[in-house]
Structure formats: structure tokens, C-alpha cells
């Protein structure tokens, strides 16, 4: 049971731990040694986070006390890591740091690797709260090796979760997305091991009478749990609601569940459902309050819950008869509504029906908020992602492919000709005295002339042929299937338009601007993808050195 209650601590489900050490402080089990320093270090934690630092401050005394009795070297930094944490809450943070330095020498010393991770992790919380997130980023990425390597999936979590908080909030959004990317996998990893793990740990001593009853307790939770984590860790809206859909029945009756993704600026919701396994979409329809449920929902931020449709309709509704309401076919009977809020705005609603009356109870209401949490945060999640993933594939300025993707494009194109055979062509393209026309014109000019040189790229390369914005004034053009010759006079034919453009400028004054281009056809004897791209840059500082506007083969040098 004492296990259990540290899980739930891990959980950060500080009222079920605290329910669960009750329970074992009232049953007055004797706790002996290395137990008592558990409990207390458990207990400690709860105050910290639920209760107050005093009592927290209290029970990691009461461990330096048994310390004079045992062997304290395996508790020691994991104590110093929670007194850490104490401070931190106080403020004293010259203490706390202190106090994580010591928890962090204490687990080098005698080896904790586990101890170790923790201490860097609730480490970092401090240097976060504190603004320094120089210093998280620090501690968070020492901790992350070891975490991986002994596969300590808790902090890993916690830490791949922060770094992606941090890289938000600072708008590196590649960074951003690579933890995001990790943290919702580990989630995955996470919600396999708990459940094999723990339910192991509870079956092992399945035969005490207490342990069976917190058992169930522990299925109910790990249940809505476990689901929350499957919802979680998906980063895509339609997923969301095709796990959600299949999982609800194990929780409650349902013979119909939706969600209506709430839109405030025209004040109307989009109905999505799951049917046959497809999502299908209904609406939009307009929010007025008095004539549907999921405007009263929104309007008044408050939960539904309807035991029976015919005589309850009217609490909510502005309808003198069942017959006015539009989507009332006789259909369901109990109903229950719950807003889905994220940082204070309603994002939208989620609602479970039945078509039998006095289904639902306030429990049933309760496990459905807890859903409607999870789903708002893995749809917060799953759109942060959709932006962060399309500012990563594409470049903001010119719409072209970031450099990132098309690296990653050349590289696949260069592993087929390594397996096929078949041919690829790149070019390297960089605009020629790019700088003066910045000097001379601003860079609002030239940023405009970058888009003007981006679309005559695009317009006059194949459908199958790939350009990415490689640096500043560079542009990686990849040609599959393509020989050198098709693919020079490609890249002549782009030239030759490019400098044949007439830039419009101020006063009036037309400029023309030309470009240098490097081409390379790819090569067995080529190693990988990024030895190609320099044979590409080697002809293109050719074709700078020779004359600029013109273009060069890497063959003809
Ligand atoms: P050359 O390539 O012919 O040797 O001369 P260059 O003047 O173009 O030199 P270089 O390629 O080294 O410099 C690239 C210049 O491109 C520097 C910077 O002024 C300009 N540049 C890079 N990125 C942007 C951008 O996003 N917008 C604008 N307006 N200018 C950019
Ligand atoms: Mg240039």
C-alpha cells in the first residue's frame, strides 16, 4: 500500500496518496525503519504540494532522527532533495539550491542513478520558477541521458515536458516540437509500464483483504487514467475523439457521445462524432442562448446533467415543448454536457447520452470533467503541434520548404538511388549582391524580392521536383529521376527568368536581380545527402567566381 501511495504521488495525485497514507497511519500498521523513512518521505511530499511546508518541514526531521539509528546513505539524497523542495516553496531558494547541490553529490557518491535524475529534475523546477531557464535547460538535459539509458520513464516525462514548455515559451519552435514529439512517446511507454508494473506489485500480495479493496479503487482510477493517457499522448484532433468514442463505454452507458468544438469569434460550435469509425462532422450551428444545450453549457460555463429529457428540458431551455426542439427525436433521455475549458477560455463541450431515463449519476458526471480535461489538453496539444510542425516544414518568409525538409527530402531521394538507381539532380541557388540590394533598397525590399525570386523558382521547376529555402539568400532545389543535362538547362531556364524580371522599387525605378547556381548529379561514390549538397556549393562558388549569373556543373570543374 505504501508502494501504491508513492505511485501516486508520482502521479502527482497528491489527495489519493494522501488518502492511501491515512489509511495506513489509521490502521496503525507497524511501519518499521527503512518504511518509516518512506512514509515519511511520501508524506512530506503530499505537504508540499497539498498541504503545508511546516508539516513537510516536521516529517523530514523526524527521517534525520531515524538516520541516527540506520544506515541513512540509500535515503539521504532523496531527503535532501524534498527539504530542497521545501525551501523552494518558501522562497528561500540560496537555501534550496544548496540543499539540491547536496541531494545531487549524494546520489554521485553512492551511485543513485535514479536519486540523481529526481534531484536534477525538481533542480530545474527551481531554476524555472525562478526565471533562469538557462540553468533548467542545464539540469533538465543532464538528467535526460540517464533517464534514457536506465529507462527511468517518470522524470524523462517530466523533463521532455518541461524542455517543451521552455522552447515554446521561447518561440524555438523546432526544439519545441522535437520534446513534444518525445514527451507524448514516452507517455505512450509510461502508460504500458504502470499498468504492467504496478497491477504486478498489487497482485503479488492480492491476498491481504486491505490490498483488494484498494485494488478496485485503484482499477476505477487507473482506468479514466489510462485513457487520459491514451488521449494524451496522440497529437492529432481526430484521434483524440476516435480513442475517446471506443474507451467511454468502459466507463459509463453511453449510446451516443459528441464533442462541439466551440468557435467565439462567430459564436458557433462544430458537432464531431465518431460513427462507424468515422468521424463525421455536423454543423456549424450558431450558440443562441435558450434553444440547445451546448449554448447553456458554453453560456453559463456550468455541466448538464439530465435524468430525464421530457420532464427536465425546460431547466435549461427556453421551449415551451418537446416538440420545438430541433435534434429531440425521442432519441436519448439521460443526457449529461460538460464545457471544455483551457486556460480560462471554453474551447468547447463534450456530451455523453442515453436512451433510457435516471442513467447518469453525479460520479458518472465527475468521470466525464476528468475526461473533458484530458481532451482539451491533448487538443491544446495536438494544435500546438499542427502550427509548430508547419512552421518546421515550411519557411515563414517565402513559403518554401524549411531547410530541415528538404534535407530530409534530398535524403530520401538519395537512398532510393542508392537502392533503385534511379537519378538525382540538385541545385544550389544563391541570389547574386543580395546584400547591396538591402543596403540600397531596405530590407522590406528585400524581403519582397526574395518572394518575387521564390515564385519564379517554383513556377518553373517540375511538379515533382522539390525547392527549399536552404539559408538567407540560398535555395536547394532537388530534381529526382533527373540526369545533369535536363537538370541544367532546368536550372538555365530559372536563371534566365529570374534575371529577365523587373523589380519595382522606389521612385519608380525597375531593377533587375540575378542568380549563381551550382548544379550536382548524385553519385554512387557519394556517402550520404550532405556530401552532395557541398559538391552543389562548390560549383556555385564557381559560378561566383567566374562571373556570377550563370550556372555551373560540379562535373565541369
Ligand atoms: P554573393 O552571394 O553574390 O556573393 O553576395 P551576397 O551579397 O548575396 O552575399 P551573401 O550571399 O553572403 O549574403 C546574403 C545576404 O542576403 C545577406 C543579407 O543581407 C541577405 N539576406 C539574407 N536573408 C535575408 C532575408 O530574409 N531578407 C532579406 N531582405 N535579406 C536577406
Ligand atoms: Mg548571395
Known amino acids: 500500500m505504501l508502494n501504491l501511495g508513492i505511485g501516486y504521488t508520482q502521479l502527482d495525485d497528491f489527495k489519493k496518496a494522501k488518502e492511501i497514507l491515512n489509511y495506513i497511519k489509521v490502521r496503525d500498521f507497524e511501519l518499521v525503519g527503512e518504511s518509516k523513512i518512506t512514509f515519511a518521505q511520501c508524506l512530506a511530499e503530499i505537504e508540499i504540494n497539498i498541504g503545508d511546508t511546516d508539516k513537510a518541514l516536521d516529517e523530514i526531521n523526524k527521517i534525520y532522527e531515524i538516520f541516527k539509528e540506520i544506515n541513512e546513505e540509500f535515503y539521504i539524497s532523496e531527503t535532501k532533495k524534498i527539504e530542497a523542495m521545501i525551501y523552494c516553496k518558501l522562497g528561500d531558494y540560496e537555501k534550496a539550491n544548496k540543499l539540491f547541490k547536496e541531494a545531487y553529490d549524494l546520489a554521485i557518491k553512492f551511485n543513485q542513478s535514479f536519486e540523481l535524475c529526481n534531484a536534477l529534475v525538481k533542480w530545474s523546477d527551481m531554476f524555472i520558477k525562478i526565471g533562469e531557464t538557462d540553468k533548467a535547460i542545464e539540469k533538465i538535459k543532464e538528467s535526460i541521458p540517464i533517464a534514457e539509458e536506465y529507462e527511468f520513464y517518470q522524470p524523462l516525462r517530466f523533463s521532455y515536458h518541461k524542455l517543451y514548455s521552455i522552447y515554446k515559451e521561447r518561440n524555438s519552435l523546432a526544439e519545441a516540437l522535437f520534446y513534444l514529439e518525445k514527451y507524448t512517446n514516452i507517455d505512450k511507454k509510461l502508460y504500458n509500464f504502470q499498468n504492467s508494473q504496478w497491477m504486478a506489485k498489487l497482485d503479488a500480495s492480492h491476498n491481504e483483504r486491505e490490498a483488494n479493496l484498494y485494488k478496485i479503487l485503484y482499477d476505477k482510477t487507473e482506468l479514466l487514467s489510462s485513457i487520459g493517457k491514451k488521449i494524451i499522448s496522440t497529437l492529432d484532433e481526430n484521434n483524440i475523439l476516435k480513442i475517446i468514442s471506443n474507451e467511454i463505454h468502459k466507463l459509463m452507458k453511453r449510446d451516443s457521445f459528441s464533442i462541439a468544438l466551440y468557435d467565439e469569434n462567430k459564436n458557433e460550435v462544430m458537432y464531431k462524432y465518431v460513427d462507424d469509425g468515422k468521424i463525421n462532422l455536423k454543423g456549424p450551428v450558431k450558440i443562441n442562448e435558450g434553444n440547445n444545450f451546448t449554448g447553456y453549457c458554453i453560456n453559463h460555463r456550468k455541466d448538464i446533467?439530465?435524468?430525464?429529457?421530457?420532464?427536465?428540458?425546460?431547466?435549461?431551455?427556453?421551449?415551451?415543448?418537446?416538440?420545438?426542439?430541433?435534434?429531440?427525436?425521442?432519441?436519448?433521455?439521460?443526457?449529461?454536457?460538460?464545457?471544455?475549458?483551457?486556460?480560462?477560455?471554453?474551447?468547447?463541450?463534450?456530451?455523453?447520452?442515453?436512451?433510457?431515463?435516471?442513467?447518469?449519476?453525479?460520479?458518472?458526471?465527475?468521470?466525464?470533467?476528468?475526461?473533458?480535461?484530458?481532451?482539451?489538453?491533448?487538443?491544446?496539444?495536438?494544435?500546438?503541434?499542427?502550427?509548430?510542425?508547419?512552421?518546421?516544414?515550411?519557411?515563414?518568409?517565402?513559403?518554401?520548404?524549411?531547410?530541415?525538409?528538404?534535407?530530409?527530402?534530398?535524403?530520401?531521394?538519395?537512398?532510393?538511388?542508392?537502392?533503385?538507381?534511379?537519378?538525382?539532380?540538385?541545385?544550389?541557388?544563391?541570389?547574386?549582391?543580395?546584400?547591396?540590394?538591402?543596403?540600397?533598397?531596405?530590407?522590406?525590399?528585400?524581403?519582397?524580392?526574395?518572394?518575387?525570386?521564390?515564385?519564379?523558382?517554383?513556377?518553373?521547376?517540375?511538379?515533382?521536383?522539390?525547392?527549399?529555402?536552404?539559408?538567407?539568400?540560398?535555395?536547394?532545389?532537388?530534381?529526382?529521376?533527373?540526369?545533369?543535362?535536363?537538370?541544367?538547362?532546368?536550372?538555365?531556364?530559372?536563371?534566365?527568368?529570374?534575371?529577365?524580371?523587373?523589380?519595382?522599387?522606389?521612385?519608380?525605378?525597375?531593377?533587375?536581380?540575378?542568380?549563381?547556381?551550382?548544379?550536382?548529379?548524385?553519385e554512387l561514390e557519394d556517402e550520404d545527402f550532405v556530401s552532395c549538397v557541398k559538391k552543389a556549393d562548390v560549383a556555385l562558388y564557381q559560378a561566383k567566381s567566374i562571373s556570377r549569373n550563370c550556372v555551373v556543373s560540379y562535373s565541369e570543374i
Open 305 to 522: 446533467l439530465i435524468q430525464n429529457f421530457d420532464s427536465e428540458f425546460k431547466k435549461y431551455l427556453n421551449i415551451n415543448s418537446v416538440e420545438e426542439y430541433p435534434d429531440k427525436i425521442g432519441k436519448y433521455s439521460s443526457l449529461m454536457y460538460t464545457p471544455m475549458i483551457l486556460k480560462d477560455k471554453i474551447i468547447g463541450i463534450m456530451t455523453v447520452q442515453a436512451k433510457d431515463s435516471n442513467v447518469y449519476t453525479q460520479n458518472d458526471m465527475n468521470t466525464l470533467k476528468v475526461l473533458s480535461n484530458y481532451v482539451s489538453i491533448a487538443l491544446d496539444n495536438a494544435n500546438s503541434y499542427k502550427k509548430m510542425e508547419s512552421i518546421a516544414i515550411y519557411d515563414n518568409l517565402t513559403g518554401l520548404l524549411s531547410r530541415r525538409e528538404i534535407l530530409k527530402i534530398g535524403s530520401a531521394a538519395f537512398s532510393q538511388f542508392r537502392d533503385t538507381g534511379q537519378n538525382v539532380t540538385i541545385a544550389m541557388v544563391d541570389i547574386d549582391k543580395f546584400k547591396n540590394v538591402n543596403d540600397t533598397y531596405g530590407h522590406v525590399e528585400g524581403d519582397r524580392i526574395l518572394r518575387a525570386i521564390t515564385e519564379a523558382i517554383t513556377k518553373n521547376i517540375r511538379k515533382a521536383d522539390f525547392a527549399g529555402r536552404y539559408g538567407g539568400d540560398e535555395f536547394l532545389l532537388v530534381f529526382p529521376n533527373t540526369k545533369i543535362d535536363k537538370a541544367k538547362s532546368i536550372a538555365e531556364r530559372v536563371r534566365k527568368l529570374i534575371f529577365n524580371k523587373k523589380h519595382l522599387v522606389e521612385k519608380g525605378e525597375r531593377i533587375s536581380v540575378s542568380v549563381s547556381i551550382g548544379v550536382y548529379e548524385v
